[in-house]
């Protein structure tokens, strides 16, 4: 089981619930070691007296604040504890915003929130379900490791997840930084527009991250495998060249084509529609259910993830809650069938 990075008290109102931070995702990157070109001998860092040039251990290692002209206050880290011991084992919701009021360049790490003991479940779950059906996310300031963070927490399904934020004074203007960004005198062709909609359109899907993975990791493995048996790789094609303002309208017009001839010629769903498969109930109305199997079948892979829920809730499936979406579909698959 993971361990607990921060343990202390969410606190919402006058309800507060003891809770531990943990690490929501982990970092697969193929990692290199340090090597002197010539002798292959690893290179290592140590923390080293700058005066003397002996190495230092850790815990001879305290902080120091540059007053200037090589003068330092040095704080021990139990005095940054002391000035703060409260606030470094509360997460206190200052508010609730909606999630779409917060840009997406405020959110730095996620972790997952989860409570210490079982006596605390039933609180923990009252916070995350009203979350969840309000759409809002309680915004908070916490301490962690002497340091103070600004934090959104907001629901998934089952779990509560905290955002580590960015100040304001952190994120920087656009404006200030790019040269270039469009204007009110930027202007884009109603014609283009509509082509451009109807291409995002075509191209529209499901969110599933499984469908996704780190191919950059693969072609890295590539490389060192072909090195170690002395062959040589073929480099990837470079980008495409930009397109030509004189061109747009008919490349955003082929792209339309390809997109809809990838998909078959299938009419999109519109957004918001829910389809609609056959639950318990319906099973013995109509008296050819069984005809039925093979088109409720094919239409189960075109359902969200919450579709897929809503029915497996209705046809009162186990463990719906603990699956993803591919597994969600093979148990609605082998329940159809089943019936």
Same mark, same amino acid.
């Given at each position: 089981?993971?361990?607990?990075?921060?343990?202390?008290?969410? @606190?919402?109102?006058?309800?507060?619930?003891?809770? *531990?931070?943990?690490? #929501?995702? =982990?970092?697969?990157?193929?990692?290199?070691?340090?090597? =002197?070109?010539? @002798?292959?001998?690893? !290179?290592?860092?140590?923390?080293?007296? %700058?005066?003397?040039?002996? &190495?230092?251990?850790?815990?001879?290692?305290?902080?120091?604040? /540059?007053? *200037?002209? *090589?003068?330092?206050?040095?704080? =021990?880290?139990?005095?940054?504890?002391?000035?703060?011991?409260?606030?470094?084992? !509360?997460?206190?919701?200052?508010?609730?915003?909606?999630?779409?009021?917060?840009?997406?360049?405020?959110?730095?790490?996620?972790?997952?929130?989860?409570?210490?003991?079982?006596?605390?479940?039933? !609180?923990?779950?009252? +916070?995350?379900?009203?979350? =969840?059906?309000?759409? $809002?996310?309680?915004?908070?300031?916490?301490?962690?490791?002497?340091?103070?963070?600004?934090?959104?927490?907001?629901?998934?399904?089952?779990?509560?997840?905290?955002?580590?934020?960015?100040?304001? /004074?952190?994120?920087? /203007?656009?404006?200030?930084?790019?040269?270039?960004?469009?204007?009110?005198?930027?202007?884009?062709?109603?014609?283009?527009?509509?082509?451009?909609?109807?291409?995002?359109?075509?191209?529209?899907?499901?969110?599933?991250?499984?469908?996704?993975?780190? @191919?950059?990791? &693969?072609?890295?493995?590539?490389?060192?495998?072909?090195?170690?048996?002395?062959?040589?790789?073929?480099?990837?094609?470079?980008?495409?060249?930009?397109?030509?303002?004189?061109?747009?309208?008919?490349?955003?017009?082929?792209?339309?084509?390809?997109?809809?001839?990838?998909?078959?010629?299938?009419?999109?769903?519109? #957004?918001? %529609?829910?389809?609609?498969?056959?639950?318990?109930?319906?099973?013995?109305?109509?008296? $050819?259910?069984?005809?039925?199997?093979?088109?409720?079948?094919?239409?189960?892979?075109? +359902?969200?993830?919450?579709?897929?829920?809503? +029915?497996?809730?209705?046809?009162?499936?186990?463990?719906?809650?603990?699956?993803?979406?591919?597994? +969600?579909?093979?148990?609605?698959?082998?329940?159809?069938?089943?019936?």
């Amino acid at each position: 089981m993971a361990r607990a990075i921060w343990t202390g008290v969410l @606190t919402f109102g006058l309800v507060t619930v003891p809770v *531990g931070l943990y690490t #929501a995702t =982990e970092d697969h990157t193929v990692h290199f070691h340090q090597l =002197e070109r010539g @002798t292959g001998d690893r !290179v290592r860092y140590k923390k080293v007296n %700058e005066r003397t040039g002996k &190495e230092v251990e850790s815990d001879d290692i305290v902080k120091g604040y /540059d007053i *200037g002209d *090589g003068e330092y206050v040095v704080v =021990e880290p139990e005095e940054l504890e002391e000035i703060a011991p409260g606030k470094s084992r !509360v997460i206190d919701m200052a508010g609730f915003v909606d999630l779409d009021q917060v840009e997406p360049v405020f959110f730095e790490r996620t972790y997952y929130v989860a409570p210490q003991n079982k006596e605390y479940l039933k !609180v923990y779950e009252l +916070l995350r379900a009203a979350l =969840e059906r309000s759409q $809002k996310a309680g915004i908070a300031t916490f301490t962690m490791r002497n340091k103070e963070y600004l934090t959104a927490l907001r629901a998934q399904d089952e779990v509560l997840v905290l955002h580590t934020m960015h100040w304001a /004074d952190e994120v920087r /203007d656009p404006r200030r930084e790019l040269d270039l960004l469009p204007d009110r005198r930027t202007k884009v062709g109603g014609r283009e527009l509509d082509t451009a909609q109807q291409l995002i359109d075509a191209l529209s899907m499901d969110w599933n991250p499984d469908d996704f993975h780190d @191919t950059s990791e &693969e072609r890295v493995q590539a490389l060192v495998d072909a090195k170690r048996e002395g062959r040589q790789i073929v480099s990837e094609a470079g980008p495409p060249e930009a397109t030509n303002v004189i061109d747009l309208m008919e490349a955003l017009q082929n792209s339309v084509e390809r997109a809809r001839s990838k998909d078959g010629g299938r009419p999109k769903q519109p #957004a918001g %529609e829910l389809r609609r498969l056959p639950s318990r109930g319906d099973k013995n109305k109509g008296g $050819k259910q069984g005809s039925k199997g093979a088109g409720d079948q094919k239409e189960l892979e075109g +359902l969200t993830k919450k579709e897929l829920y809503e +029915l497996a809730a209705d046809r009162d499936i186990a463990g719906r809650s603990k699956m993803n979406r591919d597994q +969600l579909v093979k148990a609605l698959k082998s329940e159809t069938t089943a019936a």
